[in-house]
């Protein structure tokens, strides 16, 4: 069996080296045939650079580079359409989901499920935003026709049957939790404690969080 363990990175050259050995260390206490497919998101800083110097390390650590930043969503979506793992597991880099969970989603898959997803019991962020996370999975709960799992985000391991499914969806506006769990199939929420960013600065800005909330209600709702 192989994994393939997609990461979409953009400008996070303070984590690199960190995000390199604790993914590592997890997959080959585990397994021996997977592969890292790290997305550079059109990163600004030394990013690219690192990720080269991951890959001439160890080959199994993969790079896609973006002709520029077209954001997390479409940085998944182009890591997921190179995978070749028969498991595919999706990770952000700045190691707020911890890699060393991915042995115990895979076991999971191994119980007979298709999609393990991580759901937030506990997120070390500012106050308002987890207000915002929080009110907002609620309303797209109650409104949406699709059963999207409170307080899940992008952090999964799915088949490669599920996988097929997604890449066959030609969804636009990309919201990933959500054509995860349109697609169907036998899904397991495993509950975990988010930790707070590595380092660096984060991503998502206000901006960049409404399209993702836009896209959720918009793709996934008639109200």
Known sequence: ????????????????????ERVSSAMIKW????????????????????LIDCHRKDPRW???????????QAAFLAGLTH????????????????????????????????????????????????LAYKIYYRFLKKVSQVP?????????????????EILASKEHSLFIRGIRSWVGFQQFGYEYERDKRYGGEPKYTLKKLFQLAYNGVFSFSTF
């Open 31 to 50: 397994i021996d045939d997977f592969e890292i497919i790290c997305v550079n998101d059109g990163s600004k800083d030394r990013t690219i650079d690192l």
């Open 62 to 72: 993969k790079v896609v580079s973006l002709s520029r930043n077209f954001g997390h």
């Open 1 to 20: 069996m192989k994994i393939s363990v997609v990461i979409p990175v953009y400008n996070e050259e303070e984590i690199i080296p960190v995000l390199y």
């Open 148 to 164: 999207i799992p409170l307080d899940s985000g992008d952090f999964s391991m799915i088949t490669r049957n599920v996988l097929n």
């Open 83 to 130: 995978a070749s793992g028969d498991l595919i597991a999706m990770i952000d880099g700045d190691l707020q989901d911890p890699p060393e969970l991915l042995e115990n989603f895979k076991n999971k898959i191994l119980d007979g499920y298709d999609v393990v997803f991580g759901v937030r019991k506990k997120r070390k962020e500012i106050v308002w935003k987890k």
